[in-house]
């Protein structure tokens, strides 16, 4: 769960990657939001898309919500009681990971309103990590005027994204730019670049059903028989991230107190 960002030229590829990413990430459990002003809603079935038709007000509202819910979560995390570690495990195993992805984000500058492209910016760089809330940036270049016109945050740019450059080839009957499937990487705070093969993608990526669960006719009807079980086994799974049930007694009280009370009770099930 990372901060990262998609640049080149047009042709280069940027967008398809972008959809193979939100495939993953979607894979992944995370709830994927798209902000996209170019794309219509159904080439983004299965995961949230906002800004069709150029709604570039509709991506305002979002961000400005997207902003409310990271001081929200802290001061959820506040009020818990739990760890750093502790609470982030409570996120994930609740579905919480929210990944936004900003296609178009060059256009971005000239048409939200006031600062709330640079406020996003700044706090999806700085505050979103603890919270689970990573964005991803699709832009041409990697200035901050094709990144929401993030003013004054280049050395923030550099420390915090995982950035990714595709870099075009240019076809011998058109000459126009398309994509060589090579790309070049940089880690968040390091100057070099590193050459890197990009996953071959035979298709854009349109339809995000099969990972989302949002296609009802995928879901398969649940098999009486097993009914009884399968919730338990789903308990188990979460738990085992955060307790080996062959550990001690110590261990089972590092738990947070609610995993202690459900580990209390599964402790007199048979899970075999």
Not at 11 to 40: C, E, F, N
Not at 149 to 156: F, Q
């Amino acid at each position: 769960v990372s901060q990262s960002r998609y640049l080149g030229g047009v042709g280069a590829g940027k967008s398809w990657t972008a959809r193979y990413i939100a495939m993953q990430k979607a894979r992944a459990g995370h709830q994927v939001v798209i902000l996209d002003p170019h794309a219509a809603s159904h080439e983004w079935k299965g995961v949230r898309h906002v800004g069709a038709g150029m709604d570039y007000k509709a991506i305002a509202r979002y961000l400005d919500g997207y902003l409310r819910e990271i001081t929200d979560r802290y001061q959820e995390f506040h009020r818990s009681g739990l760890s750093e570690e502790e609470w982030q495990q409570s996120l994930r195993q609740q579905g919480r990971i929210i990944s936004v992805v900003c296609e178009e984000m060059t256009n971005w500058a000239d048409r939200l309103p006031g600062s709330i492209g640079s406020d996003f910016f700044k706090s999806a760089m700085s505050d979103s990590r603890k919270v689970l809330m990573p964005p991803t940036f699709v832009a041409h270049d990697r200035t901050l005027s094709c990144l929401g016109d993030a003013r004054g945050l280049a050395r923030l740019r550099d420390s915090s994204l995982l950035e990714l450059e595709l870099i075009p080839a240019i076809h011998p009957t058109t000459r126009k730019p398309v994509s060589s499937g090579k790309g070049r990487l940089k880690l968040p705070g390091h100057p070099e670049w590193l050459g890197v093969e990009l996953p071959k993608i035979a298709q854009k990526i349109t339809d995000f059903t099969q990972w989302t669960g949002s296609n009802q006719s995928t879901i398969t009807a649940p098999n009486p028989a097993q009914q009884t079980t399968q919730p338990q086994m789903d308990i188990r799974q979460r738990l085992e991230f955060c307790f080996d049930s062959s550990g001690s007694t110590q261990q089972a009280e590092t738990l947070p107190a609610h995993l202690q009370k459900i580990l209390e009770y599964t402790s007199y099930r048979d899970w075999e």
